[in-house]
């Protein structure tokens, strides 16, 4: 048997399984992360004692249902962290509000996506800044929904336990705030940040794996579509311009863009960010 850090990736192998990643989640590896591609793809190998990677794309083929999670918790790019890119929350939580809140086309809460969340760092941000803007809500705050591909993430967001990495932009005092520190260098959510959350296992190039009933209020898709390939961009784009109501706000992250890209969507500048506020008629 041949050692599984022996086994290298053929071009032909490469390709087959980039394509078949791209057609079911949207990521894309370009030629020059081949390395990365396959060394990520390696642990399954060994795990399902095969010999090559047309053996893994074979499995893929013959029997896609049992590996696909396991696919996406080995290929996807989890980095999150807590109060990452703070300005689109001062934002929409500040200048934009009112004007968020008056177009709202549904009586009770507004209603927020948070698409690609990982292990909920960023939807838990969204839950401690409608706490601390609480007053503007009038007793009623955002119901978040938090969609992901990768499921071992999503159960990491439920713990809602995190390390130093996920606290890297908060000061002391905002720790100490919004956390319990269970071990030296471990902290647990406070409670009342954990509640109106509802995390769910989806897929972006599905709609009806995260469309709700109601239309969102507002989006927010950061650093997740800058892995994607052309058409699934457009496509994710289009999904989200089918559950967004008119008026609802699209927000990305801070490399990614779709000016010019979407007739769905208008720029808006909101003090010292972009976001895309869904046009009324396609
Ligand atoms: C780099 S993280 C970004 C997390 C967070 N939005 C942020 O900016 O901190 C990208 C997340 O998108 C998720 N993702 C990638 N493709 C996806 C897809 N097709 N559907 C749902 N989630 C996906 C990944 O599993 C990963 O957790």
């Known amino acids: 048997m041949i050692q599984p850090e022996k086994i290298e990736m053929t071009k032909e192998e ?9 057609k079911h989640f949207g990521i894309t590896f370009p030629e020059h992360k081949k390395m990365i591609f396959e060394s990520r793809l390696r642990p399954r190998l060994q795990a399902l004692r095969l010999q090559t990677y047309m053996d893994y794309y ?22 999150s962290y807590f109060f990452r890119e703070t300005k689109q929350f001062d934002s929409l939580f500040g ?19 948070c698409a690609g ?7 838990y941000t969204l839950r401690i800044y409608s706490m601390e803007h609480r007053r503007k ?9 938090a969609v992901d591909l990768d499921p071992q993430r999503l ?11 996920s606290m890297r932009a908060l000061n002391e005092a905002q720790i100490a705030r919004y956390f319990t520190r269970i071990a030296p260098e471990r902290f647990l959510l406070n409670s009342e940040y954990r509640q109106g959350i509802d995390f769910a296992l989806a897929n972006l190039l599905d709609l009806a794996t995260f469309r709700k009933a109601m239309a969102y209020d507002v989006i927010f898709c950061r650093n997740v579509l800058i892995y994607f390939s052309d058409e699934a961009f457009h496509k ?15 927000f ?30 396609d």
């Open 117 to 123: 969340c990982s292990s909920g760092d960023e939807p």
């Open 155 to 165: 159960a990491m967001a439920q713990v809602a336990e995190y390390g130093m990495r």
């Open 252 to 281: 990305l992250g801070h490399s990614e863009t779709i000016l010019g890209q979407s007739h769905h969507f208008e720029p808006v500048r909101l003090d010292s960010c972009l976001a895309y506020r869904r046009l009324a008629c």
């Open 58 to 79: 074979l499995r893929l083929q013959f029997d896609p249902k049992a590996e696909l999670s396991m696919l996406a918790v080995q290929l996807t790019n989890n980095e």
């Open 236 to 250: 994710t784009i289009t999904n989200f311009a089918r559950c967004l109501r008119p008026g609802g706000l699209l």
């Open 95 to 113: 200048s934009i509000f009112d004007e968020l809140k008056a177009s709202s086309l549904f009586p009770g809460p507004l209603r927020f996506l």
């Open 137 to 145: 809500f009038g007793g009623e705050l955002p119901q978040i929904s």
């Open 14 to 22: 490469y390709e087959l399984i980039n394509e078949f990643v791209t």
